[in-house]
């Protein structure tokens, strides 16, 4: 009877763990889904998946990794973790995301067993960006130990999360045709409207509408004032559009004012996506501050 008890309370740590490591698993990959799926069902993914060259899918690889790997740094989860840590966390992130894109693309007869190599990696890895970047969100923000209430996020955290939202919401636009034919119909008025109403909107979004008490507060710094902070998240929207629209094709050929209106176009959807992740990080930490 006493080995028999002795052995269960061995046991019993290991199954927690088992349990535990089953419920990250299946919140994780929960997010990645409910982020990537949109982007699952767009024919335009799938086709410059195919088409774009393998140096450019893996630069967007690499900047989909940064951004998780700068996500799970500042986004308050399990913030004990070593820079080791975070760099094996965050890969294993991609690869969930890999892996999830991997078998939904099967599913949904997007790849087989006659598909080639190129066409199955390249449609997986374009489509693993969202879906990676939705696991670390649900990893980080719903968990039960993801809150750690007493930080507070810096201006260039809040800039580096807003990346990441920046480049998920843009990456549901830059592949479609729909951004090449708004650039090429606006005129230069109304390129100056969609700056200033994407200005205000963002502002309203973070500072002022409130949304379950996670409107920002207003610190010291020179990047923390809600006008500078909104130029500034402005500015890496536009380098996250400039760097699809790029990725695309989208450049190739294009004179300067088309490019430049095609950009705004953009920057107006990634300007939206800062501005949400910014929220999901920031607001909630200086409740009642300002």
């Known amino acids: 009877m006493i080995g028999t008890r002795a052995d ?27 982020i990537g799926l949109p982007l699952l069902y767009t024919m ?3 086709t410059q998946g195919f088409i774009l060259p393998w140096w450019k899918l893996l630069l967007l690889l690499g900047v989909a990794y940064a951004i998780v790997f700068g996500y799970n740094s500042v986004a308050g989860f399990r913030r004990e973790r070593s820079y080791g840590q975070l760099v094996v966390d965050s890969i294993s992130t991609v690869g969930l995301g890999i892996v999830i894109a991997f078998v939904a693309l099967l599913a949904l007869g997007q790849i087989d067993a006659g598909s080639s190599l190129r066409d199955a990696a390249g449609k997986v890895a374009l489509e693993a960006i969202p879906i990676a970047f939705g696991a670390s969100v649900a990893s980080t923000q719903l968990s039960g130990e993801g809150s750690d209430r007493g930080h507070r996020t810096g201006p260039f955290e809040r800039l580096v999360v807003g990346a990441g ?22 005129s230069p008025p109304l390129l100056l409207t969609v700056v200033g109403a994407t200005l205000l909107v963002t502002l309203a979004l973070v500072f002022f509408a409130d949304f379950g008490g996670r409107r920002r507060a207003r610190g010291e710094g020179i990047l923390e ?12 929207s536009v380098g996250i559009s400039l760097l699809l629209l790029w990725s695309f094709g989208r450049t190739d050929g294009a004179s300067v004012s088309a ?13 939206v996506g800062a501005a949400v992740a910014r929220l999901l990080i920031g607001g909630e930490h200086e409740k009642g501050e300002g």
């Open 225 to 236: 004032h809600p006008w500078s902070e909104t130029v500034t998240s402005y500015a890496v």
């Open 165 to 186: 939202g920046a480049l998920l919401f843009a990456l549901n636009v830059a592949p479609t045709e729909e951004i090449v034919v708004l650039g090429s119909s606006a």
């Open 8 to 34: 269960a309370s061995l046991t019993q740590p290991m199954d927690d763990e088992l349990a535990q490591s089953l419920r990250d698993f299946t919140r994780a990959a929960g997010g990645g889904l409910v």
């Open 44 to 46: 335009e993914v799938w």
């Open 259 to 271: 490019l430049l209106a095609m950009t705004v176009m953009l920057a107006a959807v990634a300007s």
